[in-house]
């Protein structure tokens, strides 16, 4: 499904964006890993969305097949829907 993801600096942004990649990709098949996002990461659910969908479009998720991609994305931009849903419900 993936090889190690690495992005050409070594530093501790990358890692944290090959974290994020990596973990999307692990959880995929169970469609998130939502209650997880904010321990792991320290990151509310919409901005881990917002940072995923970034991220599927750098080179580096290349490695990712494009099957998991595209199923990631779908549910990226779900996820940032119902959140924007829920934020107008608020107002």
Do not use: K, Q
């Not at 904010?38 to 580096?60: C, M, N, Q």
Request: net charge neutral; charged share 35%.
């Amino acid at each position: 499904m993936i090889s190690r993801i690495s992005f050409a600096e070594g530093n501790d942004v990358n890692e944290y964006r090959t974290e994020i990649l990596e973990f999307a990709v692990r959880w995929a098949p169970y469609n998130g890993g939502d209650d997880e996002i904010l321990p792991t990461f320290g990151l509310s659910i919409p901005e881990y969305y917002r940072r995923l969908v970034a991220l599927l479009e750098t080179p580096e998720a290349g490695s990712i097949d494009r099957r998991t991609r595209e199923h990631l994305r779908i549910r990226c931009g779900r996820r940032l829907r119902a959140d924007n849903e829920r934020s107008r419900l608020c107002l």
